[in-house]
C-alpha cells in the first residue's frame, strides 16, 4: 500500500529529489550503468565486494545503492536486494512491474528470488556470473536467466552492458591490489612493490630457457620480455622509437594497478612509481644488468591515452 493521500507518481518524484538525481535521464542502459559502476566503486572504497545496482522506470531512477555485506556484517546485504526492500520502505509496493534493475553483475539466486517476487520486469547486468568466475572468484554457479526461466514472472534479462568496465572490477587481482592500496600509504604501495618484484625476479629465473630464444638488440630483447611477462602483443605496446640502445613505447593494455587507482581515486603518478617501476627494472635487467626501465611520468594513464615507457641500454 502507498502512505495516505500519495500516488505512485509523487513517490517516484520524492525519491528522485531524495536521490538528488534529475527528473528525467537519458534514455539506455549504459548510462544507468556509468551509475552503478560509482556505486561498486563506492563499495570497494568502503571494504565491501564492489556490486552497484540502480532501480529505474520510464526512464526514471527510483534507487540507487551498493552492497554493504562486509561494513554492515549482513550476507544479505546485496545491492539488489537493499534496492527491494528500499522501494518497499519508501512505499512503491510489494509489486514493481514495469522496473528495469541495472547491475554491475549478474544477481546471485538470492536476488533473482527477490527480483522474481518484487515483479521486477527487466534484469540488466554487465558481468556475468561464468566471466566473475573466471576472473577468480567463488560464487555459486547458477545464471539469473535459468532461475528466472523456471519461475513465473517472464522477466526479461539483458547482459553484457559496459562488460569491460564491470568485469574491471571482479578481476582477482584489481581486488587485491585496490585491498592493498586502500589505506592511501605510500608505504603500502612500497611493500606491494616489494612484493612484485620479488615474484618477476623469481619469474625470470624459472624462464631462463623461453628468455635464451629472444632476439635482437638488448633493449628489444627487453622489450619482448615485457610483452611475455604481461601477456600481450605489440598492438597494446606500440613502439614510438626504437635504436640499439633506446625503446620507447606505448603501454595500452589493460593494468590492475589502473584499475585499482581508478576505483580509489589515487593518482597513479604517485603509486605507480612505488610500486611498479622497480619491479619492471629489474625484469629487463634478466637480459642484461646494464638496462635500465623507466617512465615519462607526464604521459600516465589515465590523463593520457597511454603510458609513456623507456628502455634504455646505459654504458
Not at 546485504?77 to 527491494?84: D, G, N, Q, R, Y
Not at 526461466?149 to 553484457?160: D, E, F
Request: proline share 3%.
Amino acid at each position: 500500500m502507498l502512505p495516505q493521500g500519495r500516488t505512485q507518481t509523487s513517490c517516484y518524484i520524492s525519491l528522485r529529489e531524495e536521490l538528488g538525481v534529475p527528473s528525467e535521464f537519458k534514455e539506455g542502459y549504459a548510462e544507468f550503468m556509468a551509475i552503478a559502476l560509482r556505486e561498486a566503486k563506492r563499495s570497494l572504497r568502503e571494504g565491501n565486494k564492489g556490486f552497484g545496482a540502480v532501480l529505474v522506470k520510464d526512464s526514471l531512477i527510483l534507487g540507487r545503492t551498493h552492497d554493504t555485506e562486509v561494513t554492515k556484517s549482513d550476507p544479505t546485504a546485496h545491492a539488489e536486494i537493499k534496492l527491494v526492500r528500499s522501494a518497499i520502505r519508501r512505499g512503491l509496493g510489494k509489486e514493481l512491474n514495469g522496473t528495469i534493475l541495472v547491475s554491475t553483475h549478474e544477481p546471485c539466486p538470492m536476488c533473482t528470488g527477490a527480483i522474481i517476487w518484487a515483479g521486477i520486469s527487466e534484469v540488466v547486468f554487465g558481468t556475468s556470473i561464468e566471466e566473475s568466475r573466471r576472473l577468480g572468484r567463488t560464487m555459486v554457479s547458477l545464471g539469473c536467466r535459468e532461475i528466472i526461466a523456471r519461475g513465473p514472472s517472464g522477466t526479461k534479462v539483458t547482459g553484457g552492458v559496459l562488460a569491460d568496465e564491470c568485469s574491471r572490477l571482479y578481476d582477482s587481482s584489481v581486488r587485491e591490489l585496490v585491498r592493498r592500496f586502500r589505506d592511501g600509504r605510500p608505504a603500502s604501495w612500497r611493500e606491494a612493490g616489494r612484493e612484485l618484484t620479488k615474484r618477476r625476479v623469481a619469474w625470470v629465473n624459472q624462464n631462463r630457457d623461453r628468455i635464451s630464444v629472444l632476439r635482437g638488440s638488448d633493449v628489444s630483447k627487453a622489450y619482448q620480455l615485457i610483452l611475455m611477462k604481461i601477456g600481450i602483443d605489440e598492438t597494446q605496446a606500440p613502439i614510438e622509437e626504437e635504436s640499439r640502445n633506446r625503446l620507447v613505447f606505448h603501454s595500452m593494455n589493460r593494468c590492475a594497478a589502473l584499475d585499482a587507482c581508478g576505483i580509489l581515486g589515487l593518482d597513479t603518478r604517485k603509486v605507480c612509481k612505488l610500486h611498479s617501476e622497480e619491479a619492471t627494472d629489474m625484469l629487463v635487467r634478466g637480459i642484461n644488468p646494464k638496462l635500465k626501465f623507466d617512465r615519462d611520468y607526464s604521459r600516465l594513464r589515465p590523463s593520457s591515452p597511454y603510458c609513456r615507457e623507456i628502455i634504455e641500454l646505459r654504458q
